[in-house]
Antibody, heavy 118, light 109 residues
Framework: EVQLVESGGGLVQPGGSLRLSCAASGITFSTNSMNWVRQAPGKGLEWLSYITSSSTTIYYADSVKGRFTISRDNAKNSLYLQMNSLRDEDTAVYYC???????????WGQGTMVTVSS | SSELTQDPAVSVALGQTVRITCQGDSLRNYYASWYQQKPGQAPVLVIYGKNNRPSGIPDRFSGSSSGNTASLTITGAQAGDEADYYCNSRDSSGNHFYVFGTGTKVTVL
């Protein structure tokens, strides 16, 4: 089955860290660029980060630059998001999404919830 | 600017046609993609590129673009089309790689 499955979400205190994972199956993960997107409760979608298939090109949104790090392990068919210095405003559902030709996200995971609160 | 602006909400009578618009400078250089999101679910791609539908998306969904405005049209809206819709494009301002629109809630009456 073609799917992306996120994991690693949970409750963390402000200033803390969390590492999200996205496991891919049914696709040739090593040939796909990938993205992280989040959605705060009751709010819209926010693109966070992009990584090419070989990790040679990486982009971040200003809101997470310097705090979040995207990475991947093609041997494990997995995408990661290391989140440091977490803030209340980072509370959201975090989605991984496959990049389609640099113009769309054609496959999404079900999301993992991250709550930053003391 | 790296903003994409959408009307917050629109309504459409069952079986009628509704157009959702997305405005932003980036759309002069890049096509928009469109996503449907129902409550508690992940977004689903419905339109990408000039006017392309992924497999399984009904042909009542179509896209168009002119200048700094992209549009998603639902022709013959169904009850199941009630959802939030988001546009997205590459960001030509150089600030970000991608940018999402503010989202439109579509209500089918």
């Amino acid at each position: 089955e073609v799917q992306l499955v996120e994991s690693g979400g949970g409750l963390v205190q402000p200033g803390g860290s969390l590492r999200l994972s996205c496991a891919a199956s049914g696709i040739t993960f090593s040939t796909n660029s990938m993205n992280w997107v989040r959605q705060a409760p009751g709010k819209g979608l926010e693109w966070l980060s992009y990584i090419t298939s070989s990790s040679t090109t990486i982009y971040y949104a200003d809101s997470v630059k310097g705090r979040f790090t995207i990475s991947r392990d093609n041997a494990k068919n997995s995408l990661y998001l290391q989140m440091n210095s977490l803030r209340d405003e980072d509370t959201a559902v975090y989605y991984c999404a496959r990049d389609w030709g640099g113009e769309a996200f054609d496959l999404w995971g079900q999301g993992t919830m991250v709550t930053v609160s003391s | 600017s790296s903003e994409l602006t959408q009307d917050p909400a629109v309504s459409v009578a069952l079986g009628q046609t509704v157009r959702i618009t997305c405005q932003g400078d980036s759309l002069r250089n890049y096509y928009a993609s469109w996503y449907q999101q129902k409550p508690g679910q992940a977004p689903v791609l419905v339109i990408y590129g000039k006017n392309n539908r992924p497999s399984g998306i009904p042909d009542r969904f179509s896209g168009s673009s002119s200048g700094n405005t992209a549009s998603l049209t639902i022709t013959g809206a169904q009850a199941g089309d009630e959802a939030d819709y988001y546009c997205n494009s590459r960001d030509s301002s150089g600030n970000h790689f991608y940018v999402f629109g503010t989202g439109t809630k579509v209500t089918v009456l």
